[in-house]
């Protein structure tokens, strides 16, 4: 294993165990939501809440102690550059409009770039207890269990959700539909 391959492994359990964190505080918010303050930031479709707030500073506190020489750019509360040339990229509550709707489709989402290149995500969905992980060279998981992918599946015979807003315009999602199924 070399350095760079010990590196990554630290920062894909990390992000593994502050996912977990996280994503149990977020649920805490989201099981209490009504006392929520809600703010609009460009639209009714873009809210904000304490819970996200809390939930990146609780994220960010938690890498600063663990690893303070990485980066760390959140939704909330932009850049905190690093020196490592690891960047964690956090979207504290993914789906803040359906968190604050009362839908179970929102999750906690969490990557990490080494020179600007992906190489740990974590999806944490609180309200199906799900955790999916990646990191390069360890494959992906769903709780903990190794998913074997079928290579028979391409984008033309998988099923693929995309959601969109107001301030997304047709035509760009249009486009978005397009290179998935030139991919296929």
Same mark, same amino acid.
């Given at each position: 294993?070399?350095?760079?391959?010990?590196?990554?492994?630290?920062?894909?359990? #990390?992000?593994?165990?502050?996912?977990?964190?996280?994503?149990?505080?977020?649920?805490?918010?989201?099981?209490?939501?009504?006392?929520?303050?809600?703010?609009?930031?460009?639209?009714?479709?873009?809210?904000?809440?304490?819970?996200?707030?809390?939930?990146?500073? #609780?994220?960010?506190?938690?890498?600063?102690?663990?690893?303070?020489?990485?980066?760390?750019?959140?939704?909330?509360?932009?850049?905190?550059?690093?020196?490592?040339?690891?960047?964690?990229?956090?979207?504290?509550?993914?789906?803040?409009?359906?968190?604050?709707?009362?839908?179970?489709?929102?999750?906690?989402?969490?990557?990490? #770039?080494?020179?600007?290149?992906?190489?740990?995500?974590?999806?944490?969905?609180?309200?199906?207890?799900?955790?999916?992980?990646?990191?390069?060279?360890?494959?992906?998981? #769903?709780?903990?269990?190794?998913?074997?992918?079928?290579?028979?599946?391409?984008?033309?015979?998988?099923?693929?959700?995309?959601?969109?807003?107001?301030?997304?315009?047709?035509?760009?999602?249009?486009?978005?539909?397009?290179?998935?199924?030139?991919?296929?």
């Amino acid at each position: 294993m070399t350095a760079h391959d010990a590196d990554i492994e630290q920062r894909f359990a #990390l992000a593994k165990t502050l996912a977990k964190e996280a994503g149990a505080l977020a649920l805490d918010y989201f099981n209490r939501r009504e006392t929520l303050v809600i703010e609009t930031k460009r639209d009714l479709q873009d809210v904000v809440s304490i819970a996200d707030r809390n939930v990146e500073t #609780l994220l960010s506190e938690r890498v600063a102690k663990a690893l303070p020489e990485d980066g760390f750019l959140g939704e909330e509360f932009g850049l905190q550059p690093g020196s490592s040339g690891y960047t964690w990229v956090v979207d504290p509550i993914d789906g803040t409009a359906p968190f604050v709707n009362g839908m179970p489709t929102w999750c906690v989402s969490i990557a990490v #770039l080494h020179q600007g290149v992906p190489v740990v995500g974590v999806i944490q969905v609180p309200c199906a207890d799900e955790t999916y992980a990646a990191a390069t060279g360890m494959g992906a998981s #769903l709780n903990d269990k190794t998913l074997v992918l079928d290579p028979s599946r391409t984008i033309r015979n998988a099923l693929t959700g995309i959601g969109s807003n107001s301030y997304v315009t047709p035509e760009c999602v249009g486009g978005i539909v397009t290179d998935l199924l030139a991919q296929g």
